[in-house]
């Protein structure tokens, strides 16, 4: 399974080939995450993300009041059950609120905890059906690895990590839009991460990330001043860069987390 879930992350950026790249502002993400133990072997768990863009006029969840100045809010409850020393599995429901469109995502996932060398080695795959507003329903798959290290550092622990994920559409469970080309790979995740263990319970997390969207642009024909056509109109592949800084802070109620999990 290793060799065939990094096979499928490095082929990713191959598929993608001959388009044009746009930069977006930069954005912030705060999250916050508690949890509780269920039993010995589940944790349930409630998350709550705001986006803020850099550029104010991409934040309008609100036209007034505390909203008006975010871009993005998610809110996500989700359920992780250890099945082994090495495999875990668990269900997430999610909803984000915009400006347009409001939409609800349901998960499942599936995820495999190993190592290479002195690394722990993450890989999960995520089963996805999104639901927007005024839009057919669609569903994707979300093949995530991560590779990091947890470092004694004065009694407490620092892991830094490092994240990829591609998210590929799937005709499982959705509508394809009638006429609209769409690109197999929907968008990529590469992320720089370091963990602080503030106390056995408490977890902050500070990140960098670099998403990647991958669509296709109707570029319109072109006219000269007699209005004669100088360049038919055609369909491009385009790749629009968002960086994002981020910040994790994680609490768990009742039980010590489990450092090797991406939910923790």
Not at 18 to 40: I, T
Not at 53 to 59: E, H, W
Not at 149 to 167: A, N, V
Not at 221 to 241: C, F, H, M, S, W
Request: hydrophobic share 35%; charged share 20%; with cysteine.
């Amino acid at each position: 399974m290793r060799k065939l879930y990094c096979l499928l992350l490095l082929a990713a950026p191959l598929l993608v080939q001959a388009q044009s790249k746009v930069s977006s502002p930069m954005a912030v993400w705060p999250e916050l995450q508690a949890s509780f133990g269920v039993n010995e072997s589940g944790l349930l768990f409630i998350q709550n993300q705001y986006r803020i863009n850099t550029d104010g006029r991409f934040n309008d969840l609100a036209a007034n009041g505390p909203l008006q100045n975010f871009e993005r809010i998610e809110l996500a409850l989700g359920y992780e059950q250890t099945l082994s020393a090495h495999w875990r599995a668990g269900a997430v429901f999610r909803y984000a609120a915009e400006d347009y469109p409001k939409t609800a995502f349901y998960t499942v996932f599936l995820r495999h905890s190993g190592k290479v060398g002195s690394l722990f080695f993450n890989k999960q795959l995520t089963a996805e059906y999104v639901g927007q507003q005024g839009h057919d329903v669609f569903s994707r798959l979300r093949l995530e690895g991560e590779l990091g290290k947890r470092l004694p550092l004065g009694g407490r622990f620092l892991t830094p990590g490092i994240r990829y994920e591609g998210m590929v559409l799937s005709g499982f469970g959705g509508k394809k839009s009638m006429g609209t080309q769409e690109r197999v790979i929907d968008r990529t995740r590469l992320r720089l991460n370091l963990t602080y263990e503030v106390t056995d319970k408490l977890r902050l997390t500070p990140y960098f990330m670099r998403q990647t969207h991958y669509y296709y642009v109707l570029v319109p024909p072109v006219y000269d001043a007699q209005e004669q056509l100088v360049e038919e109109g055609y369909t491009t592949k385009r790749n629009r860069i968002s960086p994002v800084l981020g910040l994790e802070i994680k609490y768990t109620l009742n039980s010590t987390p489990q450092t090797a999990s991406i939910t923790y």
